[in-house]
């Protein structure tokens, strides 16, 4: 099932255009089934989340800050005025804090990644003396990157790929479940009383400056933001379009998400059947849940609602549709910019972000800059991402079973009996074969 995480798409343009008549084209142009229940390991973060769906949401946000935190005796310190706290490798921070209600609260984490190997900071969340599912162990902290400049040729004329540097800048951000199985953000229960919160560094080192547990963001839906623009008096922008190129990126998380290329279509600009441009980004690059790559959105004539619409192709991944969470300054507007889908094709196609109605759908943008970010989901595949990953755990599981008896090269000669060996071995493999099945229809489903 790898290649559902393996690859978007090439992003070619964004386009972001108004009015937008029915009828008339925005063109980007150029520039339930009954699922059997596969909840896993016992302490993962879904079967955590199992046992907490009948919890009430939060309904406050509780804030932990670096004033109230005892640190560990070494590795981590204060910075001046108790702004933030430094942790290096080994060293941790520990809040002590009281919940005045029970409620399910998202973790929110307020950082800054300090430059070292160039790896990606590891922490540890233990909640009330241990970890509470495994997700929350080793948790990778994404750093910022952007190119170091513009793009550059060589002798030839070639484009070549801009340095990657990373931006030193505090990330406020949720702790997305980037396994990518459950579809939302790392949370707890807490029940109400006092508790104990423990972030330790597992490797480089990193600045806190704070850490909140607050209630689950939630999309508004299509309809209700279209009712909060019509209150608000927002009006479309008439006659206005621009063509913004998705290799001129702002930021992005991963030093991988470079400019790509394509010369297999003059539908790409800049286009040449020789040389070698740069006018794609993303290609296989962009795959993993939670990578992201954001766009300043300049020259805004004035406040107002306008119409998104990408120039794309998504052929890395045969036979399957990729998704993309879509942010506008800092959130997704409605759901008809969650989980956008690009599908798979071999030629170039323009994706207008809709709603489930297939009109299209507006997004509030304030006169001047803006910033649009796309972030890697995986939609509706979450369940079929999670059923198979969990046969993947028992049948490594039931491997290392034989292998105790047979060995890494057993005798092709002799016949272990490994049905009577490891009772309930077959009819192990058959629960196994059926989940498989299960998953691969409702793969085929979708």
């Known amino acids: 099932m790898k290649r559902l995480q393996s690859g978007l798409s090439v992003l070619m343009a964004l386009l972001i255009a108004v009015p937008f008549f029915s009828g008339t084209t925005a063109a980007a142009q150029d520039d339930d089934q009954n699922i059997p229940d596969y909840s896993g390991r016992s ?40 702004s933030a706290i430094r942790i290096e490798t080994g060293g941790y921070v520990e809040w002590t804090f009281s919940a005045d209600k029970s409620g399910v609260y ?10 070292g190997k160039g790896r990606k900071p590891q922490i540890t969340l233990e909640f009330d003396g241990s970890v509470p599912y495994t997700e929350a162990s080793h948790y990778e902290l994404s750093r910022v990157y952007r190119d170091a400049g513009p793009i550059e040729q060589n002798a030839k004329g070639d484009d070549l790929i801009p340095e990657q540097v990373e ?50 963001t939630t999309v508004p839906s299509n309809a209700d933001q279209a009712a909060f623009y019509q209150q608000e008096g927002y009006q479309s922008v008439d006659g206005f379009l621009k063509i913004y190129q998705a290799e001129e990126t702002l930021e992005k998380s991963d030093v991988v998400l470079y400019p790509t290329y394509d010369r297999t279509s003059p539908a790409t600009i800049p286009y040449d059947a ?27 004539p004035s406040d107002g609602l306008y119409y998104i619409t990408f120039k ?40 207008t972000v809709v709603d489930e109605n297939g009109d299209p759908c507006p997004v509030y943008l304030t006169a001047g800059e803006n910033e649009l970010l796309m972030e890697v989901s995986l939609g509706p595949y979450v369940e079929v991402m999670r059923m198979v990953d969990d046969s993947i755990y028992e049948l490594n599981r039931l491997y290392t079973q034989i292998v105790m008896i047979t060995g890494t090269t057993p005798d092709s000669y002799r016949d272990y009996e490994l049905d009577k060996e490891i009772p309930g071995l077959l009819d192990a493999f058959r629960e196994q074969a059926d989940a498989l099945y299960a998953a691969a229809a409702l793969f085929e489903s979708l």
């Not at 879904?46 to 769906?53: D, G, H, Q, R, S």
């Not at 998202?106 to 430059?115: D, F, P, V």
């Open 43 to 82: 302490d993962s973060f879904v079967k955590y989340l199992a046992t907490i769906e009948d919890r009430p949401a939060a309904d406050v946000t509780l804030s932990l800050n670096v004033a109230d935190a005892v640190l560990s005796p070494a590795l981590s310190e204060k910075m001046e005025g108790d």
């Open 106 to 115: 998202e973790i929110h984490l307020s950082y800054l990644a300090s430059t």
């Open 167 to 216: 931006v030193e800048r505090w990330q406020d951000r949720p702790l997305l479940d980037t396994a990518g199985l459950s579809g939302r953000n790392l949370c707890l229960y807490l029940s109400e009383g006092s508790h104990t919160l423990r972030l330790t560094c597992e490797s480089e080192s990193l600045y806190v400056r704070s850490l909140s547990l607050s209630p689950g």
């Open 274 to 300: 020789v040389r070698i441009r740069r006018n794609t980004i993303g290609k296989g690059n962009w795959s993993e849940p939670g990578m992201w790559i954001s766009y300043r959105i300049d020259g805004i």
């Open 312 to 351: 794309f192709r998504q052929a890395e991944a045969i036979g399957v549709t990729t998704f993309r969470n879509v942010y506008v300054n800092g959130s997704i507007p409605s759901r008809a910019y969650e989980n956008v889908s690009f599908p798979y094709g071999v030629d170039w196609d323009l994706k």
